[in-house]
């Protein structure tokens, strides 16, 4: 049993046609050391036997809440958000856990994702996030690396253009839950990212682990692959010349706008240099306002997509 002292983690896991992964995944959260945590599942449709893993796993551990509901079916982001909208913490001090379908997560990740939240020391109200590498794993769960960590400053400079944090390794707030509710899922483009943008943006603090917290299971059917994949760069790089980039500017812009009151000053500078950066009509103009934005990217490959995005006007 949990110490009552444990803060309740939610784990807020998006299903969809999981059966080949899913058990894993569940008995992966069975034994976290972090024992006190809540497990909500919604499942977009599942026509395979992912509804009944999940029950069998419900009725295996009766003290501890699973919760399946219905999700939107509109794809694992709005799924997200649907999961964001329907949890219900019993106070502040309860935290959230993103979790994918088809992972695998090391046994201490909620302990120390809570012990890393501690250390930030968030005010009361203030937004707090924890985020952290990966290992990436084929299908059968054999090595194939690590993602990618930061290697510039997080920021909300950076968060306009690009996340650092995949998903499957957040753990947060009710504050920066708070927040997330307030950006329609139309305006999101990963669920992560306005996370990440949410956090920086808005007065809040994060912490990024650099030693992985769990095995991300790479195959066909991933809708997002990890960034450190070079097959991921090269198909990044046909998005921006295909329009992809200019369309998650635009809803990057209306999620901010969902967010206009909770911006610092600071954030509400970016934005505007990020906009105008984005809408100066003229080649010259657009690469002057991208200098002086403030906005950075993490390596040198995704400083040069942004300069080229400029030049094709597609930011």
Known sequence: MHSPHEPRVHILLASYQGAAYIGAQLASIAAQTHGNWHLTI???GSADDTLAICQAFAAQ?????VRLI???????????FHLLRTVAPASDDELFAFCDQDDVWMPDKLTRAISALRSLQPAAGQAALYAARTQLVDEQLRPMGFSEQPMRPLGFGNALLQNVGSGNTMVFNTALLRLLRKVQPVHSVWHDWTAY????????RMHFDPEPCLLYRQHAHNQVGSQGRSLDK?????LLFKGQ???WGDQTEAAMDDLADELDADARRLLQNYQRMRRSPDLIQRLQAGWRS???RQTPSGRASLWLGLVLNQI
């Open 197 to 204: 943008q949410a956090v920086t943006g808005c007065g809040g």
């Open 61 to 65: 551990h009766p003290r501890h809440t």
């Open 42 to 44: 919604s499942d977009d």
């Open 70 to 80: 219905e999700g939107p079916r509109q794809r694992s982001t709005a799924n997200f």
């Open 245 to 247: 980039y200019r369309t």
């Open 234 to 238: 090269l198909e990044r790089v046909s």
């Open 294 to 296: 403030g906005l950075w």
